[in-house]
Protein backbone atom coordinates (compact mmCIF):
# COMPACT_ATOMS: atom_id res chain seq x y z
CA UNK A 1 0.00 0.00 0.00
CA UNK A 2 1.37 3.81 -0.26
CA UNK A 3 0.49 6.52 1.86
CA UNK A 4 -0.07 9.10 -0.80
CA UNK A 5 1.36 12.83 -1.20
CA UNK A 6 -2.04 14.34 0.99
CA UNK A 7 -1.34 11.70 3.51
CA UNK A 8 2.42 13.10 4.06
CA UNK A 9 1.63 16.41 3.91
CA UNK A 10 -1.42 16.01 5.86
CA UNK A 11 0.67 14.54 8.36
CA UNK A 12 -1.57 11.47 8.75
CA UNK A 13 1.46 9.03 8.28
CA UNK A 14 1.17 8.14 11.99
CA UNK A 15 -2.62 7.74 12.12
CA UNK A 16 -2.55 5.30 9.21
CA UNK A 17 0.25 3.01 10.21
CA UNK A 18 -1.32 2.94 13.63
CA UNK A 19 -4.58 1.69 11.91
CA UNK A 20 -2.75 -0.76 10.19
CA UNK A 21 -0.72 -2.18 12.93
CA UNK A 22 -3.80 -1.72 15.70
CA UNK A 23 -5.96 -4.00 13.21
CA UNK A 24 -3.93 -7.08 13.30
CA UNK A 25 -1.15 -6.79 10.34
CA UNK A 26 2.18 -6.94 10.15
CA UNK A 27 4.53 -4.71 8.94
CA UNK A 28 7.40 -6.45 6.41
CA UNK A 29 8.96 -3.35 4.57
CA UNK A 30 8.27 0.57 4.59
CA UNK A 31 10.41 3.43 2.84
CA UNK A 32 9.37 7.11 2.55
CA UNK A 33 10.15 8.50 -1.01
CA UNK A 34 9.11 10.64 -3.90
CA UNK A 35 8.60 8.94 -7.06
CA UNK A 36 9.77 10.24 -9.92
CA UNK A 37 7.41 9.68 -13.25
CA UNK A 38 9.08 6.84 -14.37
CA UNK A 39 8.17 4.54 -11.33
CA UNK A 40 4.88 6.47 -11.08
CA UNK A 41 3.64 5.58 -14.70
CA UNK A 42 5.18 1.86 -13.63
CA UNK A 43 2.90 2.28 -10.74
CA UNK A 44 -0.07 3.01 -12.46
CA UNK A 45 0.46 1.88 -16.00
CA UNK A 46 -3.23 0.25 -15.69
CA UNK A 47 -4.46 3.97 -16.20
CA UNK A 48 -3.27 4.97 -18.94
CA UNK A 49 -5.52 6.79 -21.14
CA UNK A 50 -7.72 7.37 -18.52
CA UNK A 51 -9.27 10.62 -18.14
CA UNK A 52 -7.46 11.23 -14.74
CA UNK A 53 -3.94 9.92 -15.54
CA UNK A 54 -2.41 13.27 -16.18
CA UNK A 55 -3.37 14.57 -13.11
CA UNK A 56 -3.19 11.15 -11.11
CA UNK A 57 0.40 10.99 -12.00
CA UNK A 58 1.05 15.05 -11.32
CA UNK A 59 -0.50 13.95 -7.56
CA UNK A 60 1.32 11.25 -7.05
CA UNK A 61 4.81 12.93 -7.90
CA UNK A 62 4.13 15.94 -5.98
CA UNK A 63 5.22 15.18 -2.67
CA UNK A 64 7.03 12.23 -0.50
CA UNK A 65 4.72 9.14 -0.66
CA UNK A 66 5.21 6.01 2.25
CA UNK A 67 5.16 2.60 0.50
CA UNK A 68 4.43 0.40 2.70
CA UNK A 69 4.24 -3.99 2.53
CA UNK A 70 1.78 -5.67 5.20
CA UNK A 71 1.48 -9.64 5.99
CA UNK A 72 -1.46 -11.55 7.34
CA UNK A 73 -3.99 -13.75 6.63
CA UNK A 74 -6.56 -11.98 4.19
CA UNK A 75 -4.54 -9.20 4.51
CA UNK A 76 -5.49 -7.85 0.73
CA UNK A 77 -9.05 -8.11 1.63
CA UNK A 78 -8.60 -6.58 4.98
CA UNK A 79 -6.83 -3.47 3.78
CA UNK A 80 -9.39 -2.95 1.55
CA UNK A 81 -11.83 -2.97 3.93
CA UNK A 82 -9.46 -0.45 6.46
CA UNK A 83 -9.31 1.85 3.42
CA UNK A 84 -12.33 2.57 2.45
CA UNK A 85 -13.95 3.33 -1.08
CA UNK A 86 -12.07 4.88 -3.72
CA UNK A 87 -14.34 8.02 -3.33
CA UNK A 88 -13.79 9.30 0.45
CA UNK A 89 -17.21 10.77 -0.42
CA UNK A 90 -18.98 7.77 -0.50
CA UNK A 91 -16.22 6.16 1.68
CA UNK A 92 -18.03 4.56 5.13
CA UNK A 93 -16.85 6.51 8.20
CA UNK A 94 -14.36 4.65 10.23
CA UNK A 95 -12.79 3.80 7.09
CA UNK A 96 -8.76 5.57 6.35
CA UNK A 97 -10.79 7.62 3.15
CA UNK A 98 -14.25 7.53 5.35
CA UNK A 99 -12.39 9.77 8.23
CA UNK A 100 -10.02 11.83 6.07
CA UNK A 101 -10.97 12.17 2.67
CA UNK A 102 -13.82 13.84 0.69
CA UNK A 103 -13.24 13.05 -3.06
CA UNK A 104 -11.75 10.77 -5.27
CA UNK A 105 -8.76 13.02 -6.04
CA UNK A 106 -7.31 13.01 -3.03
CA UNK A 107 -7.41 9.77 -0.96
CA UNK A 108 -4.53 9.18 0.96
CA UNK A 109 -4.36 5.46 0.40
CA UNK A 110 -3.51 3.14 -2.39
CA UNK A 111 -4.38 -0.60 -1.53
CA UNK A 112 -3.40 -3.46 -4.07
CA UNK A 113 -6.76 -4.92 -4.94
CA UNK A 114 -5.31 -8.13 -5.39
CA UNK A 115 -2.35 -10.93 -5.01
CA UNK A 116 -1.81 -10.35 -8.51
CA UNK A 117 -1.53 -6.57 -8.54
CA UNK A 118 0.16 -6.74 -5.13
CA UNK A 119 3.02 -8.82 -7.01
CA UNK A 120 2.84 -6.14 -9.92
CA UNK A 121 3.59 -3.34 -7.35
CA UNK A 122 5.94 -4.76 -4.27
CA UNK A 123 8.91 -4.51 -6.28
CA UNK A 124 8.31 -1.21 -8.03
CA UNK A 125 9.31 0.00 -4.20
CA UNK A 126 11.29 -3.04 -2.20
CA UNK A 127 13.97 -5.10 -3.02
CA UNK A 128 13.16 -9.13 -1.95
CA UNK A 129 15.73 -8.49 0.28
CA UNK A 130 14.14 -5.65 2.04
CA UNK A 131 10.65 -7.38 2.80
CA UNK A 132 11.93 -8.47 6.73
CA UNK A 133 10.73 -11.51 8.35
CA UNK A 134 9.40 -11.37 12.20
CA UNK A 135 7.07 -12.85 14.32
CA UNK A 136 4.45 -10.12 15.92
CA UNK A 137 4.46 -11.13 19.77
CA UNK A 138 1.08 -11.15 19.75
CA UNK A 139 0.52 -13.66 16.65
CA UNK A 140 -1.58 -16.35 18.52
CA UNK A 141 -4.52 -13.69 19.68
CA UNK A 142 -4.54 -12.50 15.98
P1 LIG B 1 -5.89 4.54 -6.24
O1 LIG B 1 -6.47 3.47 -5.40
O2 LIG B 1 -4.51 4.99 -5.95
O3 LIG B 1 -5.97 4.09 -7.78
C1 LIG B 1 -6.04 5.02 -8.82
C2 LIG B 1 -6.24 6.43 -8.34
O4 LIG B 1 -6.73 7.35 -9.32
C3 LIG B 1 -7.33 6.44 -7.28
O5 LIG B 1 -6.84 5.82 -6.11
C4 LIG B 1 -7.64 7.92 -7.20
O6 LIG B 1 -6.67 8.60 -6.41
C5 LIG B 1 -7.42 8.39 -8.64
N1 LIG B 1 -8.66 8.68 -9.36
C6 LIG B 1 -9.05 9.88 -9.78
N2 LIG B 1 -10.21 9.81 -10.45
C7 LIG B 1 -10.57 8.50 -10.46
C8 LIG B 1 -11.68 7.79 -10.99
N3 LIG B 1 -12.66 8.39 -11.66
N4 LIG B 1 -11.74 6.44 -10.81
C9 LIG B 1 -10.74 5.80 -10.12
N5 LIG B 1 -9.66 6.43 -9.61
C10 LIG B 1 -9.57 7.77 -9.77
Known amino acids: MLIKPDGVVRSK ?8 EDKG ?27 F ?6 YITSAPIVAIVVEGNN ?4 VRKLV ?3 NGAKAEPGTIRGDYSTGIDFNLIHASDSEESANYEIPIFFEEKEIMSYERADKDWL
Request: proline letters at 2%; glycine letters at 6%.
Open 75 to 78: CIEI
Open 25 to 51: LKIVALRMIKLDSERAERHYAIHKGKP
Open 84 to 86: GAT
Open 53 to 58: YDSLLK
Open 13 to 20: VGAIISRI
